[in-house]
């Protein structure tokens, strides 16, 4: 079973101050070696994990722990996303340059930095407003910019930026919600982990107007979606 427990706020604002040295570069590197014996395949995705320096996305406290597979307590009750998880969750979207994709759930936008590095075009939707202000300001600043970056509720999707090649949902749904199916092109990918207390990783992919194909790949644990939360 892998563990996510989502998102956090991101709290220093001295971007000048963030450096990525040798050492943590050495350090990614080690990290890929972790994830290609975990069963991650995908060269492209271990290449963005590679390149990102995810302790940018970090508290400071937390800088020494970045490249630990682990997800990581941050502020206000929030953590950033297990790396596995984040990789996990991009092979199976099988993405190609200049596809359009969905993301529920910006968060510390790690993972949305992860879609730009493999070419996609992201759409992201981000439910907490000070989340979203944060980082909104700072994908920006590091290098990495969205299409949209979106306050809203993910349960209802983007209708109007549709449909999407991919749709990913980077927190626990009790349901798949009709919407994001309804979003997606014929060939169309959403990976979603449905569940309460543990979800279950959930591929669908969009044979027809009203025809999934549907693939269940393992127990994992994120924080609900919530809807209209603000």
């Not at 290609?36 to 290449?47: A, C, E, F, P, S």
């Not at 991009?90 to 968060?107: F, R």
């Not at 349960?155 to 919407?179: C, H, N, Q, R, W």
């Not at 990783?201 to 025809?211: E, N, Q, S, V, Y």
């Amino acid at each position: 079973m892998q563990f996510d427990i989502g998102w956090f706020i991101f709290t220093s604002t001295k971007l000048p101050f963030l450096k990525d040295t040798f050492k943590h570069k050495g350090m990614r590197q080690q990290l890929v070696t972790i994830l290609q014996k975990k069963g991650i395949k995908d060269q492209k995705v271990l290449n963005a994990i590679g390149k990102i320096p995810r302790h940018f996305f970090m508290d400071s406290g937390f800088i020494d722990h970045a490249y630990q597979d682990k997800a990581f307590p941050i502020a206000a009750n929030q953590t950033i996303s297990q790396p596995y998880t984040v990789a996990f969750q991009s092979e199976l979207l099988d993405v190609k340059p200049n596809h359009k994709i969905l993301e529920i759930g910006t968060g510390s936008g790690y993972q949305t930095a992860v879609l730009i590095e493999l070419g996609a075009k992201v759409y992201s939707i981000e439910r907490q407003k000070e989340l979203f202000k944060k980082t909104s300001k700072f994908l920006p600043k590091i290098g990495y910019i969205a299409k949209k970056l979106i306050f809203g509720d993910g349960y209802k999707g983007l209708p109007e930026e549709a449909p999407f090649d991919s749709i990913i949902v980077t927190a626990g749904a009790p349901f798949v919600p009709k919407p994001l199916l309804s979003q997606l092109k014929i060939d169309g990918r959403l990976v979603i982990p449905v569940g309460d207390d543990i979800q279950i990783m959930t591929l669908f992919i969009r044979k027809g107007p009203k025809d999934f194909e549907k693939h269940e790949l393992g127990e994992f644990r994120f924080v609900p979606l919530l809807e209209d939360k603000n």
